[in-house]
């Protein structure tokens, strides 16, 4: 049997959103609501989800500002923004922030629950696709992410699970960007102080292994995390 996925709503509308919570349980996810960007966010760092439904206008932070930190910590997480009848701006600008579909209420629950179906089908395939890479080219270097191996000439070198991880996080991130807070999420799952210090180390030790290729540099960019550039 397959585990229950799991959504995260963040609607401050508290006469629907018990209501779409509810609907969506009977169907058999698991639903955590909050009322507010702030709460969400905590969720959404200790919690792993599947899809993300996000209003786009409340107060203190919109549905924008939102997806914007769940992108920064969890790139492939899809999201469905709820958005006003009238609201045609925000629909497109929603669209152009990444956003996985939209759906304007007042809506139907069974059209939502289709949606959502849709696109958890399609963030299914993208991942089995994207499990299936595991050979990256990194200027000289050769980087297979199932032996765990980058080699620059015949001789390999091993690389510990750690280190693997971090560096296909480093060749799956957009622009070579791997943000610190996701980083210490997807790799051990929480992000103290401790964790973090681990991850300087591990950062240090991928540019000892990577350091005879001059065009290669892993660059830190103050309070965000680390960039990988291959010139």
Sequence with gaps: MSAKKQILLVDDDRSLSPLVKEYLEAKDFICHLH?????????????????CIL??????????????????????????????QTEKEDRIKGLEAGADDYITKPFSMQELYLRIKAILKRTENYQNIKKGITQYDIGKYKFNADTREIASTLIPVKLSAIESKLLKLFCEAEDGIVYRDAALKQIWEDENSFRERSLNVYVSKLRQYMKDDPNIEILNIHGTGYKLVVR
């Design 35 to 51: 009322h507010n960007a702030y709460d969400a966010m905590d969720d959404f760092k200790k919690s792993s989800f599947s899809l």
């Design 55 to 84: 209003d786009i206008r409340m107060p203190m932070k919109n549905g924008f500002q939102i997806a914007e930190e769940i992108t920064a910590l969890m790139p492939d997480t899809p999201f469905l923004f709820l958005t006003g």
